[in-house]
């Protein structure tokens, strides 16, 4: 029987990202090398651009999922390096991908790749990386992990896209919302995380459990992330704080602040939304009154629920280092503050 989902506390001390990293740095040292090798091309544009962005210090949580799901299984093969290296060739082609469609100027903390390179030749690497992750698929030889991680890459396609005729309209829902980073987030965290019980053969409950947790974890990642938006710095963020209010995004801090508003409030939204309204100054009216409404504290209460189905998920595998690991990186997901 699966164990009760207990809401998290909201102070968590004990949250961090530090034992999934410490149980999985063996094996993304194999990972990164990987990486490494497959960016390469006789092209000297394709490795110079990509390692502007793989360089670029993110936390390389998905790829650590599948490392971190093949030791809670008990997996001690090899597969799973290259299918790691596969997801996050397909994270990194869509950020190349969403920074031209946003029109970015910052990516973790340093001028985004289509500011230096150019949109097109951002795209076009975009696309070099995700057929470098489809032919690391291939040479796994596993029809049902190709299954899995080409159908999140299509999820993941059509989430951006479910986004962009979502932007600038003020009718956005919640569901709506929830549907989107669904699509674009979660459904990656579930594949790569499903994908280490599939190369150790599993059952399909324990297949399930992996794709649940990686699931709830994508979401509550993204609750979060857009929180931070109207909650902390660009230099904690490592992108420009504002951006998905500039670009009329209808993110969920957004959608409680436009609900509970008064009509003043209303119209204000409505304006800016549209990107009449996009200055400093419209930008720190906003955080004001997301902050009157507690639209960001609701946001992250938001996490942690999905943070709790995440470890709840979990419940079906044997207690050790492994599971503590993945369970500290739901508790981390959404303490963070960059």
């Keep these: 029987m699966a164990a009760q989902i207990v809401p998290l506390p909201r102070k968590q001390p004990e949250a961090s990202i530090e034992p999934m ?54 997996y001690n093969g090899t597969r799973h390096y290259k299918l790691a290296a596969a997801v996050e060739f397909i994270h990194t082609a869509t950020l190349l991908h969403d920074d031209v469609v946003d029109g970015s100027d910052l990516r973790r903390g340093k001028a985004a790749a289509n500011i230096i390179f150019g949109n097109p030749a951002t795209v076009l690497v975009g696309d070099f990386l995700f057929s470098r992750a489809f032919e690391l698929m291939v040479e796994d030889g596993s029809l049902k992990v190709l299954k899995i991680l080409s159908g999140a890459s299509a999820i993941i396609a059509e989430g951006e896209v479910d986004q962009l005729t979502a932007q600038r309209k003020i009718e956005t829902s919640e569901e709506r919302y929830l549907q989107i980073i669904r699509a674009k987030t979660a459904a990656l965290f579930a594949a790569a995380s499903r994908i280490s019980a599939v190369v150790a053969e599993c059952s399909e409950d324990e297949e399930r459990a992996l ?81 009157k409404h507690g639209a960001v504290e609701e946001t992250r209460e938001r996490a942690r629920h999905f943070a709790a189905r995440a470890i709840n998920a979990l419940a079906c595998f044997p207690d050790g280092k492994a599971r503590q690991a993945m369970e500290q990186a739901a508790r981390f997901a959404v303490a963070r503050g960059y």
């Design 21 to 74: 990293l410490a149980i999985t740095a063996s094996g993304m040292n194999q990972v990164n090398q990987v990486i490494l090798d497959r960016m390469q091309s006789e092209i000297p544009l394709i490795p110079a651009l990509a390692g502007h962005l793989i360089s670029g210090g993110g936390k390389r949580l998905r790829p650590m999922l599948t490392l971190a799901g093949a030791q809670l299984v008990g």
């Design 211 to 291: 794709d649940e947790y990686g699931r709830n974890l994508g979401v509550a990642f993204q609750l979060v992330d857009d929180a931070l938006d109207y909650d902390a710095d660009a230099a904690q963020m490592g992108k420009d704080r504002g951006d998905d209010f500039r670009e009329g995004k209808m993110t969920l801090p957004v959608i409680l602040a436009y609900a509970r508003g008064d009509e003043e409030e209303r119209i204000f939204w409505r304006a800016a939304i549209m990107g009449h309204r996009s200055s400093d100054e419209d930008l720190a009216h906003a955080v004001t009154l997301i902050a």
